[in-house]
């Protein structure tokens, strides 16, 4: 029985292919992976207690040699094995991501919701809560800003044919070292601190996760029946009345029809502006996926337990992977309390 609704709209001015992947202990919703037009939107429910990540992907072609056996890439952004259907399998960095936890309906029961640039960058997305008790208390969050434009040479991933850059990587996904996946000698808040690098993201989007350690401005509390899930957001605001309603895809189906697109941010002209050098080994720092509590303050931005989707895996954080394999032996029981 389903108590949220992800409504997951495209404000791009491109297709893109947004992916689901359920956390541990909670099952895949009934897509995982569709095609959105420019202009159309597209509801998926989600049951009681579901915990995972929604991402979109960009630059697919499933005919060509990565989609039709799996495997290889078939988009240039956010792949997940080559598939439409990612069928649990995470979103290959770098990718913004929306992070969810639902309440499991009890009296008090609150969502635990974030957009994270741990894993680095592809599209803006903005996540709007919706309905629900105390949905007057309930933040939007998420990162409009086109940080492709800004993002320094040396995370640039380029898209190739003159198309310019399609994604900005992590400190930790492009250099692989402790101090900017908070690992190792890092592996704490004390030690694992805010970068050069994070702070370009953090400057850009206030409100999304920047680090691993960045939760006092980047998890948000809620008890929300909906959520408005907005990628590409137009520099007019989010207008959902002007988008194409489909319904959910299933099986691998694309959905149909279409509109005009909304307006949408102007693409990235492919110059990378940076004048930010890789820090030296000994600088105290961090960009990883986040594996700590929330804050304890319960005003919309924290709460005292930690969200279930914080041990999912990412490829961008060995600490975190350690961690996310030790905690699959636990009882699902265990990592979902509240």
Known sequence: MASCSFTISNYCAQPIWPATLAGAGTPQLRTTGFRLDPGQSVQVPAPTGWSGRIWARTGCD????????????????????????CGGTGATPPATLFEVTLGKGAAGDQDYYDVSLVDGYNLPVVAVPQGGATSGGCATTGCTADLNLSCPKELQVDGGGGGGTVACRSACEAFGQEQYCCSGAYATPATCRPTAYSAIF?????????????????????NAVAYTIAFCLPPTGLNTTGLTPLSSPADGQNG????????????NNGAGISSYQPPPPTDVSG????????????????????????????SASTRHNQIWSLLLLLPAVLLFRF
């Not at 279409?258 to 102007?266: E, V």
């Open 62 to 85: 499933f005919a060509g040699a990565g989609g039709a056996a799996g495997g290889a890439s078939a988009c240039q952004t956010g792949d997940c094995g080559g598939r439409l259907e």
């Open 256 to 267: 149909g029809g279409g509109s005009t697109p909304p307006p949408a941010p102007a693409r």
């Open 287 to 314: 960009a990883g996926s986040a594996y700590q509590p929330p804050p304890t303050d319960n005003n919309g931005a924290g709460g005292n337990d930690q969200p279930p989707w914080m041990t999912m895996p990412s």
């Open 202 to 222: 953090k400057s850009a989007c206030p409100r999304a996760y920047s680090y691993a350690y960045d939760d006092g401005t980047s998890t948000f509390t809620c």
